[in-house]
Each structure stands twice: as C-alpha cells, then as structure tokens.
C-alpha cells in the first residue's frame, strides 16, 4: 500500500523544480516520470512515511481542485450538444429548412470528427501538458458554438457542428485520462461517475435553462439565444481551467510541502504509472492484440448506439406523445433526475461490491424494458402517463458508460497503453454514436418503431458482452497467479489499491503485504500483460 512506502521529505518547490529539470532524461530513458520525480527528491536524504490519514487528506485536495473543474466542463459540453435537440423543438428544422435524414446527420456529425481525431488525441495525452491542452480545446469549442448563430440552413450547420466535434474530441479522453492520473483505482470509479452525471444534471438544468432562454424577446430566434449563451458560458470557463488545471501530480503548485509527494506515492499500488512522456509503439502493438481492448470497443460502440439515438431525438420522442414544445422541455427534467441517480447509484453499487460487469448488468434492464414499453403501447392521449414512465426508466442508461471508462481505466497498465485503449473505447463511442441517429427518421413520427427496435436488441447484447467480458478477467488473473508462482513470488496478493483505508488498517496481513515493496513494479511503466503483479478487477 502506498501509504507504507517509504520515500524522501522534501519541500514540495525543490522536488517540482526537480522534475521539470529531469523531462529530458526521463523521455530518453521511456521512465514514468513519477519514478524520475522520486529519484531526484531522494537525493535530498530525509525520508516521509504516507500514512492513510495522510492519502485521505490529500484525496479531498485532489478533489477541492480537480472535480469542480472537470464537472463544470462536462456540464458545458453535455449542455452544448443538447443545444441542438433544445433547437429542434423550438424552430431550427423548420427555419433552417431541414429534410429527410438532414437532422440526424447534424447530431451524427460531431461524432464523425471526434472519431476521426481519437487517435491523434491519445499521441497528445501522452505527449504534451494535459491541464493546458484541456483549456486550450474548451475555448475553442465555446467560440465554435457561438458562431453557430451565424448558420442559416443545413450546410452552415453542419460546418458548425463539424468543428464543434473536432474540438470537444479530447474532453472524454483527457478526463479519464486525469482520473488514471490523479485516483487510486478503488476511487476511479465514483470519479468518473462524478463528472460523467452531469449528462442528467444538463437534462433538468439545461431544460429550465432552454425553458427561460425561449422567452426573450430578441432578434434573434430562440435557438440562436440559447447557442450564443451557451457558448460565451464556456469561453469564460476555458479561462478559468487555463489558471487552475494542473498538468500532472508533479507539477501541481496547489499541493504544498510533501503533499505532491504523498500525491504519488498514494497511486503505487494502481500499478498502472502516471505519465512518462513518451511515446511507446510497444504498448501501441500491445493494446491492439489485448482482447480487453476490442471488449471494452465493443461495448463502448454498443452502448453508443441507443446513446446517441436518444440524446438526439429524446425531446422528439416526447413531443410525439402530444405534448406541445415548452410542456416537452419541462417533461424532459425527469429524465434527467433519472440518468443522475442511477449514474451515481451505479457507481456506488460498483465500489461497494468492488465488482463492475455484475451491475452494468443490471443497467440494462431499465432500458429494456422501457423500448418494450414504447415498442408496444399506443400514443393516444391516454397513453401518455406509461409511456413517460417507458421513457423516463430508458435514462438509466448513462449510468453503463462510466463504469465502462472505470471497468477498462483500471485494467489497463502503461502510459501509452492506457491512451491507446482509451482511444479506442472512444472510437467505439464516436461510431455508435454516429450510426445511433441515423436510426431515426423525423418522418417516422410519432413511433420511431426501426430505432427502438435496435436500441432494445443492442441493451441486451450489452449485457451479454459484459457477461463474457467478466469471464475473460478471471482468466488473466490466473494467468498472472501462474507467472507469479513461476518468479519466485506469491501466488495471491492483495489488490491493495481497491481496498478502503479502514481495511488495510484493521488488517495485519495486508500491512505486511504493504511492507514488502509489493508495489514496487507500480511506476516502471509496464502494460498490464507484462506485470505479473497486475490484477485485473471485474
């Protein structure tokens, strides 16, 4: 455990000055750069033992700095494509002249970019300094958004929402990226849950906020005033993450004294590193032939599809039941109270039986049984109150993609590898979401029967993925007990990074364990395939 690690007491200025002074020679040698950070403060001979009081400190630093930032961000970006079904209910097919699959196109389009652009994405993560590439992207899709008030039909739009993708292509990547870098794994999960909420948070928000905006009396349509708000929103916070986003544990200038110290050496035990810098084509050939990488692709690209359909056409599909435009809105806030609690529910489900696939389970039945619902109830006036709850039960699934980013984040080992396979749980993302539009039709009103069809047969074979993916994990950790047995060394250890600080208190074995340097592979940058102290969680 981290926490029983012993490493040099240094003030923390010394130590940062330290690593910027070393980059060179850690890029030259392919080091995490934790490893460069701790070699260089050892040098000043005194030592700091990280208690577990200290990791919790510490933790809620982390949080008070970097969660207020990645929420608030997320929160724009989930608000900004909305923007574009809020549009769709108050006049933008019908000014802008839309036809036949042009609609779709608009909310498929940013999806295009985004996967278009993973790859170079993972090369910049690795590369360049996260805190500012973040600022960097978050301004400039703000000016995008802004500009679509300019766009009068369907090619001014569709320009607009092509940029608009290029630039929010990194946002997903580099949090999760962040959370890798920052979050022992047993805290990854409820911190990737934590942003990733704030898709319901922008359902009911976002609709008051679509609700009010469509009563000012301007110039201007309603649409193009909730574009230009939304977009000057964000410029102003890319300024805000420019100043207060740190790069890296390292660097961070909030953590004083041996705060940034015990920042790192908390992660130790996540055996999966924090950064070194480098390019490396060897974790590149690794992630393309883990069978965990083409899971996790696989899910990701089937969760998207029903995930893009809806996030498109939600506020239609309501419409279609016969309600008028501003009662739609008001009607979508539930379903944003929906996705929240069960984002953040799942997530606490999942840390408190320390297991995944078992409750992305579950997360399926709620929207199977809500495309069941809309599939066979009728859409007579009398209907409405089912279908409502038919569609109300079908927002449980957003709580599925966090636990898929967190389920992948902590079974994935080496800095290139984690961006690599983060990428491709993206390029998944980006492909389903492309493909989840196109699967409505605007003329298949009100049934949209061809959509939800597809969506109930993708959320059962979501489920049984994650059965067989939940299989596969069980393999690899017996594959490593064997080459662990075969080194010399112990056959079962504990996973001490999923394990709470009261456990590993209470328990005198896993003291022991922490003792004798079982971490001590944590920060040499390996892929997980070639760490045989890796386990793998599921």
């Given at each position: 455990m981290?926490?029983?690690?012993?490493?040099?007491?240094?003030?923390?200025g010394?130590?940062?000055?330290?690593?910027?002074?070393?980059?060179?020679?850690?890029?030259?040698?392919?080091l995490?750069?934790?490893?460069?950070?701790?070699?260089?403060?050892?040098?000043?001979?005194?030592?700091?033992?990280?208690?577990?009081?200290?990791?919790r400190?510490?933790?809620?630093?982390?949080?008070?700095?970097?969660?207020?930032i990645l929420?608030?961000?997320?929160?724009?970006?989930?608000?900004?494509?909305?923007?574009?079904?809020?549009?769709?209910v108050?006049?933008?097919?019908?000014?802008?002249?839309?036809?036949?699959?042009?609609?779709?196109?608009?909310?498929?389009?940013?999806?295009v970019?985004?996967l278009?652009?993973?790859?170079?994405?993972?090369y910049?993560?690795?590369?360049?300094p996260?805190?500012?590439?973040?600022?960097?992207?978050?301004?400039?899709?703000?000016?995008?958004?802004?500009?679509?008030?300019?766009?009068?039909?369907?090619?001014?739009l569709?320009?607009?929402?092509?940029?608009?993708?290029?630039?929010?292509?990194?946002v997903?990547?580099?949090?999760?990226?962040?959370?890798?870098?920052?979050?022992?794994r047993?805290?990854?999960?409820?911190?990737?849950a934590?942003?990733?909420?704030?898709?319901?948070?922008?359902n009911?928000?976002?609709?008051?906020?679509?609700?009010?905006?469509?009563?000012?009396?301007?110039?201007?349509?309603?649409?193009q005033?909730i574009?230009?708000?939304c977009?000057?929103?964000?410029?102003?916070?890319?300024?805000?993450?420019?100043i207060?986003?740190?790069?890296s544990p390292?660097?961070?200038?909030?953590?004083?004294?041996?705060?940034?110290?015990?920042?790192?050496?908390?992660?130790?035990?996540?055996?999966?590193?924090?950064?070194?810098?480098?390019?490396?084509?060897?974790?590149?050939?690794?992630?393309?032939?883990?069978?965990?990488?083409?899971?996790?692709f696989?899910?990701?690209?089937v969760?998207?599809?029903?995930?893009?359909g809806?996030s498109?056409?939600?506020?239609?599909?309501?419409?279609?039941?016969?309600?008028?435009?501003?009662?739609?809105?008001?009607?979508?806030?539930?379903?944003?109270?929906?996705?929240?609690?069960?984002?953040?529910?799942?997530?606490w489900?999942?840390?408190r039986?320390?297991?995944?696939?078992?409750?992305?389970?579950?997360?399926?039945?709620g929207?199977?049984?809500?495309?069941?619902?809309?599939?066979?109830?009728?859409r007579?006036?009398?209907?409405?109150?089912?279908?409502?709850?038919?569609?109300?039960?079908i927002?449980?699934?957003?709580?599925?993609?966090?636990?898929?980013?967190?389920?992948?984040?902590?079974?994935?080992?080496?800095?290139?590898?984690?961006?690599?396979?983060t990428a491709?749980?993206?390029?998944?993302?980006?492909?389903g979401?492309?493909?989840?539009?196109?699967l409505?039709?605007?003329?298949?009103k009100?049934?949209?029967?061809?959509?939800?069809?597809?969506?109930?047969?993708l959320?059962v074979?979501?489920?049984?993925?994650?059965?067989?993916?939940?299989?596969?994990?069980?393999v690899l950790?017996?594959?490593?007990?064997?080459?662990?047995?075969?080194?010399?060394?112990?056959?079962?250890?504990?996973?001490?990074?999923m394990?709470?600080?009261?456990?590993?208190?209470?328990?005198?074995?896993?003291?022991?364990?922490a003792?004798?340097?079982?971490g001590?592979?944590?920060?040499?940058?390996?892929?997980d395939?070639?760490?045989e102290?890796?386990?793998?969680?599921y």
């Amino acid at each position: 455990m981290p926490s029983m690690d012993h490493a040099p007491d240094v003030e923390a200025g010394p130590a940062k000055s330290a690593i910027d002074h070393n980059d060179d020679a850690a890029e030259s040698h392919g080091l995490d750069k934790a490893t460069v950070f701790l070699k260089q403060v050892g040098k000043a001979g005194h030592q700091v033992v990280v208690s577990h009081a200290d990791s919790r400190r510490v933790a809620k630093l982390i949080d008070r700095r970097i969660l207020p930032i990645l929420l608030f961000i997320y929160c724009l970006q989930s608000l900004d494509k909305n923007t574009l079904s809020y549009a769709s209910v108050f006049g933008l097919i019908d000014d802008t002249h839309l036809e036949g699959d042009q609609y779709s196109w608009l909310g498929s389009v940013v999806y295009v970019a985004q996967l278009v652009f993973q790859p170079l994405v993972a090369y910049i993560l690795v590369k360049f300094p996260i805190g500012k590439f973040l600022a960097v992207m978050v301004f400039a899709w703000g000016a995008i958004l802004c500009g679509m008030i300019a766009a009068h039909n369907f090619t001014g739009l569709l320009t607009a929402r092509l940029f608009l993708g290029i630039f929010e292509a990194a946002v997903a990547p580099t949090f999760v990226a962040v959370v890798q870098m920052w979050y022992r794994r047993r805290e990854q999960t409820t911190r990737n849950a934590a942003w990733y909420c704030m898709l319901g948070v922008v359902n009911m928000v976002g609709s008051l906020l679509t609700y009010g905006l469509s009563h000012i009396k301007s110039t201007l349509h309603p649409y193009q005033i909730i574009f230009l708000f939304c977009g000057c929103l964000t410029l102003a916070w890319s300024i805000v993450t420019f100043i207060f986003m740190p790069d890296s544990p390292m660097t961070a200038k909030f953590l004083k004294g041996d705060d940034g110290l015990i920042a790192i050496e908390r992660l130790r035990m996540n055996q999966q590193g924090i950064g070194s810098g480098v390019w490396k084509w060897e974790h590149v050939w690794e992630a393309m032939l883990d069978v965990k990488t083409w899971l996790w692709f696989s899910l990701m690209f089937v969760i998207s599809i029903p995930s893009g359909g809806i996030s498109t056409f939600g506020p239609l599909i309501v419409q279609s039941f016969g309600f008028d435009s501003l009662t739609t809105i008001l009607f979508n806030i539930p379903f944003g109270a929906v996705q929240l609690i069960a984002t953040l529910g799942g997530a606490w489900l999942s840390d408190r039986i320390r297991m995944k696939a078992p409750v992305l389970m579950l997360l399926c039945v709620g929207p199977i049984v809500g495309c069941s619902i809309l599939l066979a109830i009728g859409r007579a006036p009398s209907d409405r109150a089912v279908l409502l709850f038919g569609y109300y039960i079908i927002s449980v699934y957003p709580g599925i993609s966090p636990l898929i980013y967190s389920w992948s984040g902590q079974n994935t080992g080496g800095d290139t590898k984690r961006k690599v396979t983060t990428a491709m749980l993206f390029i998944g993302s980006n492909t389903g979401n492309i493909i989840g539009p196109l699967l409505f039709r605007t003329d298949e009103k009100p049934r949209y029967t061809r959509g939800l069809t597809a969506n109930l047969a993708l959320f059962v074979a979501l489920a049984v993925l994650t059965g067989l993916g939940m299989l596969w994990i069980r393999v690899l950790n017996v594959k490593h007990a064997k080459a662990r047995v075969a080194l010399g060394k112990p056959e079962k250890i504990v996973d001490l990074s999923m394990m709470d600080n009261r456990e590993i208190e209470n328990d005198e074995g896993v003291l022991n364990q922490a003792a004798d340097n079982v971490g001590e592979r944590g920060f040499e940058d390996l892929g997980d395939l070639k760490n045989e102290d890796f386990i793998y969680v599921y």
